[in-house]
């Protein structure tokens, strides 16, 4: 059984730094990009940043840009999310989820369509004073 | 980017009916669009991918529909457990993602 477990929430000062993580078990680590999605209170699902399965890979929402580092840990099957800088904006639910791929053959080529399949429950993270 | 929007944002619907949520991009995405459902407290859940497949172990009644830019996700007779919220996300670029602001799906 696929399993994504956060941890690192906690409440920080706007402009200080927290470090996140998401242990992972049940399939192979390396072969699968993973992501974090954020959730604000009361409010909708936010995409934040995605990983290559390889690692070798990182895309980030422009919201984050610059303050947030995406990471993966072979050794230990571990997604960390770096954050750096942080705002009253950037408190929220931060989940993990494991991105998945399905490959469509069509006369002339391979579509690609990804999706995130499975997802944890979530770290808080408060930026207050 | 790419921008998501869902209607309608709230709809109440009673069991056994049929209900649709629409989710529109701001630009072609082909059939790169997901589907989730959130119940309060809990993770989203994956609903429909690429448009139109379910994955194992979602219930027949929900099915996807679209391409393009217009896309809509169906529940063919609502049952009490599909009282949640609903998100639509395209997927056209690969390892980037946008999500609809939601549609909260009450009973009547």
């Known amino acids: 059984e696929v399993q994504l477990l956060e941890s690192g929430g906690n409440l920080v000062q706007p402009g200080g730094s927290l470090r996140l993580s998401c242990a992972t078990s049940?399939?192979?680590?390396?072969?699968?990009?993973l992501s974090w999605v954020r959730q604000a209170p009361g409010k909708g699902l936010e995409w934040v940043s995605t990983?290559?399965?390889?690692?070798?890979?990182?895309y980030y929402a422009d919201s984050v840009k610059g303050r947030f580092t995406i990471s993966r840990d072979t050794s230990t099957n571990t997604l960390s999310l770096e954050m750096k800088s942080l705002r009253a904006e950037d408190t929220a639910v931060y989940s993990c989820?494991?991105?998945?791929?399905?490959?469509?053959?069509?006369?002339?080529?391979?579509?690609?369509?990804?999706?995130?399949?499975?997802w944890g429950k979530g770290t808080t993270v408060t930026v207050s004073s | 980017d790419i921008q998501m929007t869902q209607s309608p944002s709230s709809l109440s619907a009673s069991v056994g009916d049929r209900v649709t949520i629409t989710c529109r991009a701001s630009q072609s995405i082909s059939r790169s669009l997901n589907w989730y459902q959130q119940k309060p407290g809990k993770a989203p859940k994956l609903l429909i991918y690429?448009?139109?497949s379910l994955p194992s172990g979602v219930p027949s009644r929900f099915s996807g529909t679209g391409s393009g830019t217009d896309f809509i996700l169906t529940i063919s007779s609502l049952q009490p457990e599909d009282f949640a919220t609903y998100y639509c996300?395209?997927?056209?670029?690969?390892?980037?993602?946008?999500f609809g602001q939601g549609t909260k799906l009450e009973s009547k």
């Open positions: 996300q395209e997927s056209y670029r690969s390892h980037m993602y946008s």
């Open positions: 990983i290559s399965g390889s690692g070798g890979s990182t």
């Open positions: 989820a494991k991105e998945n791929l399905v490959l469509v053959p069509t006369p002339t080529s391979v579509d690609q369509f990804y999706y995130m399949d499975v």
């Open positions: 690429a448009a139109s």
């Open positions: 049940g399939f192979t680590f390396s072969r699968y990009g």
